[in-house]
């Protein structure tokens, strides 16, 4: 993509109405809900990464600079979306048609549908048709203001189709201006033809030889597993995990989603960077995940989206723990793309303000993800990864929701996106 920034310039943002200065995650507590705000800011970027920022009557001079006009609007991190199930392939808007009327996820997934329905789609697609069913996603996703992206492995359910997979978002981290960040989840669902067979699956799937390729290869660094009833059970998650962490993959865990069944407290068991979904969480998760320090991934757009318990937010971020926020985005259960879409759900259902909202999508996010060393902050050093946005405070971007607001999205200190009427 084309940047007009000259070779060994810096980039200077001038203008900026207000400056959100996100500290470096994970945060918690008040400083979730208090992220502080420079009025009448500039930002210097160098060689890629924040080199100044501040009060715009104490900006260096730098004369080679070029110069972008934030316009008065703010400037935020690149939003961060630690849990998706790209790439996937196929529709299900049947299935969505037929919950409306009553069914229910498990019951579809139970009658062959749900996840096994769009396995059987990744594994007739082939990788070139993966690929470009896949980039259009991730270019909306840069329109909406998101710099970096998780992606899922688990429509493969047998090697060689997770490994397709895994591939395929190797591919679209290197076509689009994106960062993604690759996690395994063969242990995703059960598929058709090893019904009753779940150990036999675990042993093809869980097999040391695979997980030390994928992660001698590159080609994940996280591993998954969907811990929940009608999936998983807590031991056969332990079983994944402890070997994909002896592989070198850090564990993440789709937890406490449809039922309690124990999965939160694995996670700390596990060590795991973060435990995601969490409607059904309870006080000994609670403790578990704040005792190993990892971070609570909320999907507001999920519970949204299939019409179940919202996860109580709040009380996560009173119990302290560190709380991030993505979309799931995903052809059963959350088929929203837009970050900025579940950002308001979080406002509007989950009472997170809006300071909450974006430490959770970039500080935490980042922490989600252990990237949060050198992304998801406005911070010198850190990756210039920023979000231009056409609106003249932070409140007023929740509050007006569906409106495109992102006017550029920077990457690495190139402007990689620009929205048309903003073009020169
Ligand atoms: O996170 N819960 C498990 N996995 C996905 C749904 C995947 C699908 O239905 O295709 C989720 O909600
Ligand atoms: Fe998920």
Known sequence: MATEI????????????????????????????????????????????????????????????????????????????????????????????????????????????????????????????????????????????????????????????????????????????????????????????????????????ADPALLTEISGRGLARFCDVFCDRGAFNVDQARLVLTRAAEAGLRPKIHADEL????????????????????????DGGITALREAGTVAVVLPGTSFFLGIEHCNARRLIEADLPVALATDYNPGSCMIESLPWIMNIACCQLRMVPSEVLAACTANAAAALDVHQRVGAIKVGFDADLVLLDVPSLESWFYTPGLPRVHAVIKSGQIVYRRPEHAR
């Open 6 to 205: 000259p070779e060994g310039a810096s980039l200077l943002i001038e203008q900026i109405g207000t400056l959100a200065v996100v500290p470096p995650g994970p945060i918690v507590g008040a400083q979730m809900r208090t992220v502080p705000v420079i009025n009448d800011a500039s930002l210097l970027v160098r060689d890629g990464r924040i080199a100044w920022f501040g009060p715009t009557s104490d900006a260096p001079l730098d004369e080679g600079a070029y110069v972008l006009s934030a316009d008065g609007g703010c400037v935020i991190p690149g939003l961060i979306d630690p849990h998706t199930h790209i790439p996937f392939a196929g529709d299900r808007s049947g299935e969505f048609t037929r919950r409306l009327g009553g069914e229910t996820y498990l019951s579809i997934m139970e009658g062959g549908g749900g996840i096994n329905s769009t396995s059987r789609a990744v594994r007739s697609a082939s990788f070139d048709e993966l690929v470009s069913e896949n980039l259009p996603r991730l270019e909306r996703m840069l329109e909406n203001g998101v710099t970096r992206v998780e992606c899922k492995s688990g429509y493969g359910l047998r090697p060689e189709d997770e490994l397709k997979q895994l591939e395929v978002i190797r591919a679209l981290d290197q076509q689009q201006p994106i960062d993604l960040e690759a996690t395994y989840l063969g242990a995703h669902a059960i598929p058709g033809e090893f019904a009753d067979r779940v150990d036999d699956y675990l042993a093809e799937i």
């Open 259 to 282: 039922a309690q069944i124990g999965a939160t407290r694995l996670a700390g068991e596990v060590n795991a960077i973060s435990a995601d979904h969490l409607e059904q969480i309870d």
